[in-house]
């Protein structure tokens, strides 16, 4: 994996205009929008991870919510400053500009309201090498009622399984729950199983539920599946997905 643990093959302006010039995209991102809404309390504290150049943090800025964000990339952290300059100048929105180790070991001070909901679209963790020691960080962000709803790829997705490098890596997605993908026309990054997600987070957080990366349809919700007791063939009902979402509440 590239040494920067969040890599971006596009970022800043460029990567802006691709992830909205695409109907797909557009879709995915509203999907996960409107689910954030249906779980998120009104007037929440919310936290974007892996933020991007802040278009989820200001739809949600816009429907009054208050939103915490942090993202590795410089050029990106630029883009966002500018397209959300509004909300940051009226404290609606704040962006952590540090490095990752150091957005990882800065300690929340008291005068810092507790996250209700921390949102990663786009699939950020699985740029992510250490999942053991971003869920204790988001622990500690959080409340005590917190949840996360983080956007992963699928490991299953029916496209990529017709594919030779799916096949090549599938012995290792079934011995070891991931598998290291090194670039090409993505970004190197990891896939994961939904198990390998509910061991990594399980000493902080406790998956409950996955979501397809796409409503069923446009006129009916999904409510996702249960996955807090195994989840048994969960992975069926996101295979057509790209990505799926998964959500977390906090352990105690």
């Keep these: 994996m590239s040494s920067n643990p969040l890599y971006k093959?596009?970022?800043?302006a460029e990567y802006f205009k691709r992830i909205t010039a695409l109907e797909l995209n557009r879709r995915v991102r509203s999907a996960y929008q409107d689910l954030v809404l249906r779980i998120a309390p009104a007037g929440a504290a919310l936290f974007d991870f892996g933020a991007g150049p802040g278009i989820d943090a200001r739809f949600f800025a816009e429907r009054g919510f208050t939103v915490g964000a942090y993202d590795v990339d410089p050029e990106m952290r630029e883009f966002f400053a500018a397209h959300?300059?509004?909300?940051?100048?009226?404290g609606r929105i704040t962006l952590d500009c540090g490095s990752y180790q150091e957005f990882l070991a800065r300690e929340n001070s008291g005068a810092e309201r507790r996250v209700d909901l921390i949102i990663s679209n786009f699939a950020p963790l699985n740029q992510v090498d250490d999942l053991h020691e971003l869920f204790a960080k988001f622990h500690a962000l959080m409340g005590p009622?917190?949840?996360a709803l983080l956007s992963v790829l699928n490991p299953y997705f029916i496209r990529d399984m017709k594919s030779r490098w799916w096949w090549r890596n599938a012995p290792r997605l079934w011995r070891h729950g991931h598998f290291f993908v090194p670039g090409g026309q993505a970004p190197p990054h990891t896939r994961r199983r939904l198990a390998d997600f509910a061991a990594v987070s399980s000493p902080y957080f406790r998956l409950v539920r996955v979501y397809r990366g796409l409503p069923p349809n446009r006129k009916r919700q999904s409510n996702g599946v249960d996955v807090s007791r195994g989840g048994g063939f969960a992975w069926l009902h996101v295979a057509t997905s790209q990505f799926m979402f998964l959500l977390f509440e906090k352990r105690d």
């Excluded at 093959?9 to 800043?12: A, D, F, L, R």
């Excluded at 959300?84 to 009226?90: H, I, L, N, P, T």
């Design 9 to 12: 093959s596009h970022t800043g």
């Design 84 to 90: 959300c300059r509004d909300f940051m100048d009226s």
């Design 145 to 147: 009622d917190g949840k």
